[in-house]
């Protein structure tokens, strides 16, 4: 008959492949941190512990709390919520938070957690020219010469706008395009 030890052993061994034994330590982490939260707010009469949590943040925090359950980890969520001060209940659903984020919720974009759908914005946000790039094409058209289809008059509105109205040069660039 095997010894105690050796029980032992082959059951921390069977907990850490299967994964209990994280999960026990991760909930062992939550439960020490809950533990000390609350006897530091005991301990002091100045905490406040009805502040308001802005709503951004209460939404970043339910984007989190919907990857994380995504992604079946229940025990970094064990540890998050709490730490987080939220709600068992996520206080909105799904399509609010689609809704606010401008994101589609049909049935392709709900079989993945909304921060890759902002993810994926975020690529094609990135592929959009810049404002500055922006401002150099809208340079480059002002000082390109005009070509032969363009009317004389969008070339002489196009080179005005390079110019403050305020300037008292107005009626002579006027001038030299009409001249």
Do not use: C
């Amino acid at each position: 008959m095997a010894s105690t030890s050796e029980l032992k052993d082959a059951l921390v061994e069977s907990m850490t492949y299967s994964g209990a034994m994280a999960r026990i330590r991760a909930r062992v982490r939550a439960e020490i941190a809950h533990a000390l939260d609350v006897g530091d707010a005991s301990h002091d009469v100045h905490s406040d512990t009805t502040t308001k949590v802005p709503f951004e943040t209460t939404f970043i925090h339910e984007l989190v709390r919907e990857y994380l359950r995504f992604h079946n980890l229940r025990d970094t969520a064990g540890v998050f919520v709490p730490e987080a001060g939220m709600a068992d209940a996520p206080p909105f659903d799904r399509a609010f938070m689609a809704r606010r984020l401008g994101v589609p919720d049909d049935a392709e974009s709900q079989a993945v957690p909304l921060l890759y759908a902002l993810v994926e914005r975020s690529k094609a946000w990135a592929s959009m020219p810049t404002q500055q790039q922006q401002q150099q094409q809208q340079q480059a058209a002002i000082q390109a010469p005009p070509s032969p289809e363009q009317p004389v008059a969008a070339v002489a509105r196009r080179r005005t706008t390079r110019y403050d109205d305020s300037d008292d040069d107005s009626d002579s660039i006027a001038d030299e395009v009409d001249g």
